[in-house]
């Protein structure tokens, strides 16, 4: 069985922060790039952050930039999303997704499987 398995995510006042993590199971998360999105009720999925299959570039949405991490333990199969200084407008349903290319790329056909999303909500 290949999925990607989430975990991390929650409920934190604005000016939180948390970490979201996700596992591959089934294969070998080291030979693709990795990227987040997410989705807010009524809203389009966007694009959030990706890295590359061996962590040397990312790239981040304008409205996460500065504040969104990501990284990568090849070792341990999993990407992490660190999220600081979070707001209001970062609620939302996060998902994480593997590329079947090694590139950091924003674009979600680009992607080939998906974690079942994790629920963040920023709110005081």
């Known amino acids: 069985q290949v999925r990607l398995v989430q975990s991390g995510g929650g409920s934190v006042q604005p000016g939180g922060s948390l970490t979201l993590s996700c596992e591959a199971d089934g294969f070998t998360l080291e030979y693709y790039a990795a990227g987040w999105f997410r989705q807010a009720p009524g809203k389009e999925r966007e694009f959030v952050a990706a890295i590359s299959w061996k962590g040397g570039d990312s790239i981040y949405g304008d409205s996460v930039k500065g504040r969104f991490t990501a990284s990568r333990d090849n070792a341990k199969n999993t990407v992490y999303l660190q999220m600081n200084s979070l707001k209001s407008e970062d609620t939302a349903v996060y998902f994480c997704?593997?590329?079947?290319?090694?590139?950091?790329?924003?674009?979600?056909?680009?992607?080939?499987?998906w974690g079942q999303g994790t629920q963040v909500t920023v709110s005081s």
């Open positions: 997704a593997a590329s079947g290319g090694v590139r950091a790329t924003p674009t979600k056909s680009a992607y080939s499987y």
